[in-house]
T-cell receptor
């Protein structure tokens, strides 16, 4: 059973608008979360992270929100740009042992 | 700049062949990981290692083995390749030593797209 879920396999957004990518997790012991971005034929690159002691972390156009009670996090991209088109993976730090990844959401930003 | 290098970008092998995927990192990281990426399944952990000569099974170790003879190098071995091992293989590393890690991030290589015919 997947511990990290991204229920939307794909998302299309108009350039300049907001992109919201969602992620849910089942293990309430997870306390650190990361978002990665992946272009085809390349390795994932780190985007932004959040610790469970916070409910928001911002870095430029990217903001991650964490709702611990709902075991839910979301990545907001504002404004969305065509270069943001990629697959986005949500990941959780698994007890400091390794990282558990979700299945990914493919974002398409339309010009 | 941080670098994780995977020896091959594309590889085509025959069923039953022994396959070696090599990964080298230049960041003096303690921890190294092998994942495979398949559509709809995301990144699934095959094996990881906290230190030289140490290895731990991930979620899908069957059909794979690993070798970590030097700190900077982590090899993934497919003992007898099968068609269901056709996938994108991703190596990653992270910094803090030992099993106890703080909040840190993974650095990934560019991946090896393996096709087993």
């Amino acid at each position: 059973d997947q511990q990290v879920k991204q229920n939307s396999p794909s998302l299309s957004v108009q350039e300049g608008r907001i992109s919201i990518l969602n992620c849910d997790y089942t293990n309430s012991m997870f306390d650190y979360f990361l978002w990665y971005k992946k272009y085809p034929a390349e390795g994932p690159t780190f985007l932004i992270s959040i610790s469970s002691i916070k409910d928001k972390n911002e870095d430029g156009r990217f903001t991650v929100f964490l709702n611990k009670s709902a075991k839910h996090l979301s990545l907001h991209i504002v404004p969305s740009q065509p270069g943001d088109s990629a697959v986005y993976f949500c990941a959780a730090d698994n007890y400091g042992q390794n990282f558990v990844f979700g299945p990914g959401t493919r974002l398409s930003v339309l010009p | 700049d941080v670098k994780v290098t995977q020896s091959s970008r594309y590889l085509v092998k025959r069923t039953g062949e022994k396959v070696f995927l090599e990964c080298v990192q230049d960041m003096d990281h303690e921890n190294m990981f092998w994942y495979r990426q398949d559509p709809g399944l995301g990144l699934r952990l095959i094996y990881f290692s906290y230190d030289v000569k140490m290895k731990e099974k991930g979620d899908i170790p069957e059909g794979y083995s690993v070798s970590r003879e030097k700190k900077e190098r982590f090899s993934l071995i497919l003992e007898s390749a099968s068609t269901n091992q056709t996938s994108m293989y991703l190596c990653a590393s992270s910094g803090t030593g030992g099993q106890k890690r703080g909040n840190e991030k993974l650095f990934f290589g560019s991946g090896t797209q393996l096709s087993v015919l």
